[in-house]
């Protein structure tokens, strides 16, 4: 029985799930993991998936996907381009789009087992595949580890974990340290006084408020933080109102914040709170903002010597000039609870999905317009291939590098 | 058979429908009229109701209430209390309630005619009741004036309206000339570029966009307008994102405009226009704002000979000092455009719901922490009485100063 | 002897004074006080002049003049253009120019001396010429009770003032009750924390705080005032910093606010107050604002009995339709201290000196381009006659009506 | 003939000057050039003074020292502070202070070339001595290469400069590549209308324009630079206005902006640009805004080899340790250009004039509120020793590793 990966891709594109909604997806891992007659449990963390090759003795290495999508409106115009709806957890239907890649990390993964499971008399040691809902939420690893993952699997001795994005196809990107940014998602309530469009005066407008709260929130950044440091203060959705001629009694927003480490955590969201409760005051607000953390990320730290030794043995697998150092990456991840909780070093890699001057010569031919977009845009379409072919070798290569190498 | 008026504002009051959607508030209203003995028509411009008392020879008085209701979320702790939902045009789930008083008008309105019909012995000529939908779109009359109401109904020779407010009970306020301002209803979309929230410079935000137009078009009215003129910029809603992590490529703006004249509303107009399209310049932006005209309505402009006489009659009717001079309102209505479009004048007056004693001494036991809601407030609450009395009073006796009177 | 006023006025238009330094204004009315032989005091109120024309029995009338120019550098491009400088309080050397008109205030009171002094036979009672210092700063009339000069000359029965504007000339402009706004002056030192420009996260940077303080006061108008009140609020200087590289730490605002009343003034001043000290919280400024009152004028309220008497008078001497009702004035003045002082009418009226015809054809013709400039403007330049010659006959008819004729 | 230094450097210090103007400076190091009888020349860029050492054969060796200091208001408490005035470029009386320690430069050149004269029979090579006037300006070894000074001296085979920081006394900092920030200075002058200030409608109201791109010019760096880079946009003066109650024409801004490297700088002045113009627009301005580059300063970028030659003499002559990475900072300078137009090497390093225990210990006790000051502001005031000694030391082991060393 042979695994049709490029199907499975497809498939999982067309049915993206939001956050802790996995089902569909947690059934076509759990059917392929079947096929390929790997041991596995359903409903680790909610609508997690987690899976085990044991092999003998040897060191025990997790590789980990995330299987979650994102309430954007597809508009890659790929023929599987998703058409997807869900409710989210306001309640709201909304679109839903693959639109940070987590369909192809599980795609690769099951590729990977496949095989891993193919070549056991190769290598031995114990292979625990984690396919991690909720990614997006920054909640899915944890709500893995309040389930009991670390102790009702082989404990890691290592984990490894992968991300495509917009790189070359062909090219790996990772370093030592810091390779993602801490991360907090803050929602704020604005309060203040509804009343008839007609007659501010005898409200406190929360629109307004709002407004100049997002004004301010961009000096954290400009001038209260070192240029030379990374941090970003995004707000991510702004809320309030119902009607042009009601002014509403209050506003939310919600802000994604970045920092390279938990010192500087601190220092911006004091920096926030106080801009968030001063505007509050300036616009005669009676009673303070609300304000609720709704995820906390830790920074993405690759262990030195981990990703050394997987660096080489890429090099030495795809070829020198594989493996390029991309900087720090802003973006946040919460792989790490795995291997923070465990002890054991992380080493999580990013990979290329596009071709550049294909993608040059389309733009040039007016076939396409805009720019190589981004994770999390509407835009956003790896290539099928090689990406999908690249993403399990990648993860065969790494496994092989921690598990110990079959006697010959 | 009488109406039971203050079960049946109870029932509208617990009852509340959103504009074009006041599907039971007419089958009330028509129950009502079937009670009375009055011929009417269903589905006037979609949900509308007109019904006519021919009662001789004489002029023709139009009496006209409005029906629908807001989405607010009642929070007044009445017994009847609205806990109504409602879809609004933009397909969401909301709450809504009678936060501006149409149950109040509608209720009037019926007992008005109960007392018309009681007494046509006293009086000749026709009474023609309007039932409009969507005041609150600035959209019902034009829709029963395109369904054929000046046509299908007697034509009037004036026009009479009236509309609850938190004056004290037993007042009256009306004036001459503009009595409430013209009024645009506008949706602004602003088109920026959405992508991760941890990459803002691959993106265009459409959020600081939105933050920042919202804080320049305040200077429209602090430093454009003549400080002597009346003119009010709201906001009344703006929405953008689904996620504090993704930065969204559009935010949407609601805007509700005030000008006591069409001069005023053309320069207002021309200012907000420039503003919105220059902050999408600021930002950036690769394709320029949409600017979408909802709704127009023109100035409430009372005729002078009418009001006299009307002021008048109130006077007599209630008691000198009844009458005041309320101030342009800068509110706005449609009703206008049934006077506007027969060529007939228009009196449109303001009716008081409110114990200012009772009230202020409620907040001074602590029983009441705000003060006097407004009209589109969650804490709107008229007086069921003496309001109500007064409401289906102020209608006969303008009513009857309209009608001739019957010869002895 | 007779004055050539016009001579007059162009020498005092040559010859601005700042406020309180108006020395040689003073000199120049001295002169032709002495020239007209009329008693009279230089030095009231630092730089201010007082005189007397004693007639027999009847009632006191004060004529008021003020007499100090701006800090405007003048762009009329008149032959008797000002090129004239000066050191303001800050003892920084600006441009001066007469741009509000005082010299003609001044030249068109002596010409009325002239006049009362020509025609003593046909009037009884007395006169006395206020030429006050310092009406830009609201410092001027209060400097001049001060120094004693409602004991020192005969106390007044009514006070008479008037103003030039950019009215038509031949139109006098003059209302009942508020005539002219209240108004303060405050300056606004927001404290930062100076260093160098490229490292502002080690600052508290009070430009951008100043920025945000400039941006949220116009909220105050835009929506915490009905729109139907008159407000004003204008922050006419910002100064802060010397150098672009370093990043100053302090910065300064002057205010101007208006309002119809007592009432609105205390509302307006707590919202600005609040508004400027909560975004210094926003800055995480360590030390609260400095705000300091510089002047507080009162409304400017015309009595209503003397302006109807005064209207009378004026459109039997120039013609019905002379007189129109120019609305309330967002201006303010401090000619009503003398008044409130001795417990007597005011009226103040404004007089017209442009010839808006000619106006027009000139902009047609491209030799202007501007609109008609108002009072402050660099361009404001009333034409010289029949400016002047109307502004003479406008104080005679106004004496002459409050004091008492001659028995023929 | 020994130089007393201490002395040299209070002098200096209560004598500031600024850029262009140091001519009281360029005394004292004449005369102090003159008792160590060195050959120079004054006047070498209009203020500047250049001296040379000719020692034999060998390398030419530059080291260059600023000589201007700053319009702040000493605040320092020592007994040595400043209480010097100036006149800036605008022609306004401003006070003056050595906030960026160019006086700790001279004094440290001046002891060091007294080292080397000294100490001749030990190296042979040349030694130009460059006392550069107007670095805050960024412009004066632009001015010094105009008037030839690579011609007329020696031309170099290496450029060598210092700065004193905060760092602690006894640290080096220097840094491989880009040292320093490139940074353009920018003027922008609003241009809006003038009016009255009670009538903002007659008006462009450039204070508002003026804080409305404040804070736009926020989002350049909050949103439109990647988080990793670095980018500072500072705005370090603005100036508009003479009067709480006129309205004035125009609002002056200064700029200062930092960037890594020359596409960092074109991109970032053009976001800079397009913001300035769009919220001139959005003012309704009649006319767009001035924008003028009043300097422009390139990255300063250290030689790899020679900064590690230069890293290793530091290393053996004080100590392993001594010498760390500072980091990029944000900060620019003029330096480069020497360098840059002969096409030779530059080191330029920081180096430590603060004890942060004795500082920590008084703030502690406090006698000191603020943490410890950096450069440009007003309390900036490092130990004049060993922070005096260092800075010659410094110098005498730079240049000597870059000569050669004499036969023994």
Redesign the interface.
């Known amino acids: 029985m042979t695994l049709d990966l490029e199907a499975l891709y497809i498939d999982l594109h067309r049915h993206p799930e939001l956050s802790f909604q996995e089902t569909r997806t947690a059934g076509v891992i759990a059917h392929s993991l079947t096929d390929l007659g790997i041991e596995f449990e359903e409903g680790v963390g909610k609508t997690g998936v987690a899976a085990v090759i044991r092999n003998g003795e040897g060191p025990v290495v997790w590789l980990r996907a995330d299987m979650d999508a ?3 409106p597809e508009q890659t115009g790929l023929d599987y381009a998703s058409t997807a709806r869900g409710t ?1 957890p306001a ?4 679109p839903v789009m693959h639109a940070c890649g987590h369909d192809m990390h599980v795609s690769s993964l099951l590729g990977a087992l496949e095989r891993l499971v193919a070549t056991k008399s190769e290598w031995s040691g114990t292979v625990v595949a984690v396919f991690q809902p909720a990614e ?1 939420y920054g909640a899915g690893s944890q709500a893995m580890i309040a389930d009991g993952v670390l102790d009702r699997f082989p404990r890691p001795d290592i984990v490894l974990g992968q991300h495509v994005t917009p790189l070359p196809a062909g090219t790996i990107g990772v370093r030592s340290g810091t390779q993602m ?1 801490a ?1 907090d ?3 704020v309530t604005l309060l203040g006084r ?10 406190i ?1 929360p ?2 408020m ?7 929130l ?11 440091d ?20 209050e ?1 939310k927003l ?3 914040l ?1 920092y390279p480490d938990d010192e500087a955590r601190a220092r911006v969201l004091e ?1 926030v709170e ?2 968030v ?3 509050a ?4 607000a009676e009673e303070p903002p609300v304000i609720v953390t ?1 995820h906390s990320l830790p920074p993405t730290i690759n262990d030195v010597d981990a990703t050394a030794r997987l660096t080489a043995a890429f090099d030495r697998a795809f070829g020198a000039g594989t493996v390029i150092d991309p ?6 991840e919460d792989v790490s609870w795995f291997a923070r909780e465990a002890g054991v070093p992380l080493v999580f890699w990013f990979w290329g999905g596009v071709d550049p001057a294909a993608f040059a010569a389309a733009k040039a031919a007016g076939t396409v317009e805009r720019d190589i ?6 835009f956003f379409a790896p290539l099928l291939q090689p990406t999908l072919a690249n993403g399990v070798e990648n993860l065969v290569v790494a496994a092989r590098e921690f598990l110990t190498d079959a006697p010959a």
């Open positions: 994102l309430p954007v989210d309640g709201t239907d909304v997006e940014a991360s998602g803050l929602t509804g009343g008839h469009g007609s007659r501010p005066q005898a409200t407008d629109i307004v709002a407004a100049a709260t997002v004004m301010r961009q000096t954290v950044v400009s001038r209260e933080v070192d240029p030379r990374v941090a970003v203060v995004t707000v991510g959705s702004i809320h309030a109102g119902l009607k042009n001629n009601i002014i509403p009694a506003a919600e802000l994604s970045r920096k106080r801009i409760r001063a505007e005051l300036a616009s005669g709704d900087g720090m990456f802003t973006g946040s977009p981004t994770n999390h845009s509407p």
